[in-house]
T-cell receptor, first 111, second 110 residues
Framework: KNEVEQSPQNLTAQEGEFITINCSYS?????LHWLQQHPGGGIVSLFM???GKKKHGRLIATINIQEKHSSLHITASHPRDSAVYIC?????????????FGQGTILTVHP | EPEVTQTPSHQVTQMGQEVILRCVPI?????FYWYRQILGQKVEFLVS????????KSEIFDDQFSVERPDGSNFTLKIRSTKLEDSAMYFC????????FGEGSRLTVL
């Protein structure tokens, strides 16, 4: 059974700080997803990774398949980045959407 | 930008009542999913649906749950006889490549 662990569980930052959220999983996967959950509850997919690194704006996601570890970085954080960030893994093929989710990291960015 | 829409956004029901949660996936997507999140807990996978049939389901998705694609646009989750523990936020998602989530339907069972 694949377990997904995130750290930290809570993160408070000042505007402009560089933020890192970590995700570890226990079993080999096909893909890892980083999701953002808004205060209202809605979920947005940020990245889907199977190897290497992806960048979108101020967000960067990396994955190390050998170490079963991924990180989400936010550069120049802003109060609007305040949300819950969730790591989830899947095994591809017909199991692509059968995600196992981490518990989420609550990020609060103060102005 | 294309989006997955869910209705209702919030439903309150009495224990034992049937509930149908509706989702309109993105039009050219072929794979559809339901997830749920009990307050304060992790999001959990319920079921995946492809080619008009269930492709995978979790242990949570017992006989009380069913999914249907009654027409070319809607994808529904039915809970036949709701229990208190069914109170949760239910998310629909669809994909062609990238996964897109809806805003969720909050179900409160009294």
């Amino acid at each position: 059974k694949n377990e997904v662990e995130q750290s930290p569980q809570n993160l408070t930052a000042q505007e402009g700080e560089f933020i890192t959220i970590n995700c570890s999983y226990s079993v080999g996967i096909s893909a890892l997803h980083w999701l953002q959950q808004h205060p209202g509850g809605g979920i947005v997919s940020l990245f889907m990774l199977s190897s290497g690194k992806k960048k979108h704006g101020r967000l960067i996601a990396t994955i190390n398949i050998q170490e079963k570890h991924s990180s989400l970085h936010i550069t120049a954080s802003h109060p609007r980045d305040s949300a819950v960030y969730i790591c989830a893994v899947s095994w591809g093929g017909t199991s692509y959407g059968k995600l196992t989710f981490g518990q989420g990291t609550i990020l609060t960015v103060h102005p | 930008e294309p989006e997955v829409t869910q209705t209702p956004s919030h439903q309150v029901t009495q224990m034992g009542q049937e509930v149908i949660l509706r989702c309109v996936p993105i039009s050219n997507h072929l794979y559809f999913y339901w997830y749920r999140q009990i307050l304060g807990q992790k999001v959990e996978f319920l079921v995946s649906f492809y080619n008009n049939e269930i492709s995978e389901k979790s242990e949570i998705f017992d006989d009380q749950f069913s999914v249907e694609r009654p027409d070319g646009s809607n994808f529904t989750l039915k809970i036949r006889s709701t229990k208190l523990e069914d109170s949760a936020m239910y998310f629909c998602a669809s994909r062609s490549g990238e996964l897109f989530f809806g805003e969720g339907s909050r179900l409160t069972v009294l």
